[in-house]
Nanobody
Framework: QVQLAESGGGLVQAGGSLRLSCAAS????????MGWYRQAPGKQRELVAQ???????NYADSVKGRFTISRDSAKNTVYLQMSSLKPEDTAVYYC???????????????WGQGTQVTVSS
């Protein structure tokens, strides 16, 4: 019922910036929270940043001060502005949304397909 379209990944040098975007589409849903996770090879998926429908934000300690999450509620889109990138930020970044399915109603998490971010030193 919800599809997530991610974009903005790529290759960047250390100290550079990237902006990821994720747009949610579908029917009969409303967004409870949207955010970004990342997963590096051999590691578990971890939360990077998220924003609730009320505007509250949560960041991983490793990205505080460098990454900023924002949203365009009218477009059901969330952005992740990444600055001062480090090689350890290299991972596949996944968009995630917790959506309220309004026809039932119930909550469910949806995942994007992932976008690769590679930071070279």
């Amino acid at each position: 019922q919800v599809q997530l379209a991610e974009s903005g990944g790529g290759l960047v040098q250390a100290g550079g910036s990237l902006r990821l975007s994720c747009a949610a589409s579908g029917s009969s849903f409303s967004i409870v929270a949207m955010g970004w996770y990342r997963q590096a090879p051999g590691k578990q998926r971890e939360l990077v940043a998220q924003m609730t429908s009320g505007g509250n934000t949560n960041y991983a300690d490793s990205v505080k001060g460098r990454f900023t999450i924002s949203r365009d509620s009218a477009k059901n889109t969330v952005y992740l502005q990444m600055s001062s990138l480090k090689p350890e930020d290299t991972a596949v970044y996944y968009c995630n949304t917790e959506a309220l399915i309004t026809t039932y109603p119930y909550k469910k998490n949806y995942w994007g397909q992932g976008t690769q971010v590679t930071v070279s030193s």
